[in-house]
């Protein structure tokens, strides 16, 4: 068993004892970010979980949790569990060439998520996702890159708002994103092989087909993908 699954299958039994535990029940309600609830997984429904895209409502509730996170182990748990498909989609997607993408991932989110202070109105579930996989993917490699250079350490609380995220990694996180919302396997498929090979006409000829096939198949699937983006 991969060390995705081993501490995904961990996190979800940990859920399944949280969510029904009166204690964490009446703890969660006194966030008054959504409605009272009577078990946790009521309160994952309120900010989005498992349903397709993100409603204002459920970016709401979300934020909401967010800001009990940076004090609250609980609510950072309860947001973990939202964002953990989104997780599992980046993991996957790296593994083959990143080993315990998962755990690097999880670990990541954990500190995007007590450090959070979502803006009114922005895609709450969507950020921590490409945050997460920031500091786990992106800035250990440009911290190696990098001259060493004294700081004060009194900055080193300071996180950027709107971390950097570089072309490759922001279409990985779209499309990883984009499996979660239901995006047809074989779109992203196409996208990943258009980045791969580099033109329609390169791509028709490895799948026998004629390159406006492959361009009317990339609008498509285009159109999906900015769907995914806009929500």
Do not use: K
Not at 59 to 80: C, E, P, S
Not at 86 to 93: D, E, F, H, P, S
């Amino acid at each position: 068993m991969t060390s995705e699954h081993v501490l995904s299958h961990r996190l979800d039994r940990e859920w399944r004892c949280i969510a029904r535990d009166p204690r964490a029940v009446a703890r969660a309600n006194g966030w008054r970010a959504s409605a009272p609830v009577a078990h946790l997984d009521e309160l994952l429904a309120a900010c989005g979980h498992g349903a397709r895209g993100q409603a204002e409502e459920h970016n709401v509730v979300l934020a909401a949790i967010v800001a009990a996170a940076g004090q609250d182990d609980l609510a950072a748990r309860v947001v973990m569990q939202r964002i953990l498909p989104g997780l599992i989609a980046i993991a996957r997607r790296r593994r083959s060439f990143e080993r315990d993408a998962f755990e690097e991932l999880a670990g990541a989110a954990w500190v995007a998520i007590r450090r959070a202070h979502p803006r009114a109105g922005a895609p709450v579930a969507a950020n921590l996702v490409r945050d997460a996989a920031y500091r786990a993917f992106t800035a250990p490699g440009r911290r190696l890159s990098s001259t060493e250079i004294a700081v004060d350490p009194r900055t080193l609380d300071e996180e950027p708002y709107e971390p950097r995220i570089g072309p490759c990694e922001e279409l990985a996180t779209l499309l990883a994103e984009a499996r979660v919302e239901g995006v047809p396997t074989a779109d992203l498929d196409l996208f990943r092989e258009l980045a791969t090979v580099g033109s329609p006409g390169r791509v028709a000829a490895r799948r026998s087909v004629t390159p406006r096939t492959i361009r009317n198949h990339r609008d498509r699937a285009a159109a999906r993908l900015r769907e995914v983006a806009a929500a």
